[in-house]
């Protein structure tokens, strides 16, 4: 069984669309977080969800929009999406924010979008 | 501000030991994680430090140093499938915050 499932594994999309990207978790974790890695390798957060709650929403354009519907999900819409988007989006959970309860990450999303 | 740094890349020869520093500066400390990440993969998780010292699992070590900001990560043995990237993160105070550093990618020669 698959811990942290994402959906679609690769999206190759126009500039200018809407897209979502969703995530799945079985692992009865709490928290929820959503990661862009770049071209460079570099992996950022960009917002975190602690029982459905918004924790954590960094710098990250509002075209960028997280729903959390249950804990076990955190799904990721983008409007208007533009070249610098491109990117692997990756998800992840966690159970408790202490201790060695480290995240797990999902398989990533490659979006490019052209 | 948060500010994560580690050499960008490393080579070493398969059977030696290499060690992947980082050094780190944030608001808050609540753990420093290592993470493996092979290309096109998700990372996952090798080992963590909260208190000053040596922390050993099998082939892998990871040493913290909470005053000097320092921490290390000790391979040894080392075998082809352990090329990848490796990635050091700091966790903040409020534990929902993972800062990660750029990462260092290790290439293991024959």
């Known amino acids: 069984d698959t811990a942290v499932s994402q959906t679609p594994k690769y999206l190759v999309t126009q500039m200018g669309n809407d897209k979502s990207i969703k995530c799945e978790q079985n692992?009865?974790?709490?928290?929820m977080y959503w990661y862009k890695q770049d071209s460079k390798k570099f992996l950022k957060i960009m917002f975190s969800?602690?029982?459905?709650?918004?924790?954590i929403n960094e710098t990250v354009p509002n075209r960028f929009s997280p729903k959390s519907p249950d804990k076990a999900h955190l799904n990721l819409h983008i409007n208007s999406l533009e070249l610098g988007d491109s990117a692997v989006y990756f998800c992840?959970?966690?159970?408790?924010?202490?201790?060695?309860?480290?995240?797990?990450f999902g398989p990533g999303t490659r979006l490019l979008v052209l | 501000g948060q500010n994560i740094d580690q050499p960008t890349e490393m080579t070493a020869t398969e059977g030696a030991i290499v060690q992947i520093n980082c050094t780190y500066q944030?608001?808050?400390?609540?753990?420093l994680f290592w993470y493996q990440q092979h290309a096109g993969e998700a990372p996952t998780f090798l080992s963590y430090?909260?208190?000053?010292g040596l922390e050993e699992k099998g082939r892998f070590s990871s040493f913290l140093s909470r005053s000097k900001g320092y921490s290390y990560l000790l391979l040894k043995e080392l075998q082809m499938k352990d090329s990848a990237s490796y990635l050091c993160a700091v966790r903040g105070i409020y534990g929902q915050n993972f800062v990660f550093g750029p990462g260092t990618r290790l290439s293991v020669l024959p």
């Open positions: 692992l009865g974790h709490d928290t």
């Open positions: 430090n909260v208190l000053d």
């Open positions: 969800y602690n029982n459905k709650e918004l924790i």
């Open positions: 944030t608001s808050g400390f609540n753990g």
């Open positions: 992840a959970s966690s159970q408790a924010v202490s201790g060695q309860e480290t995240q797990y």
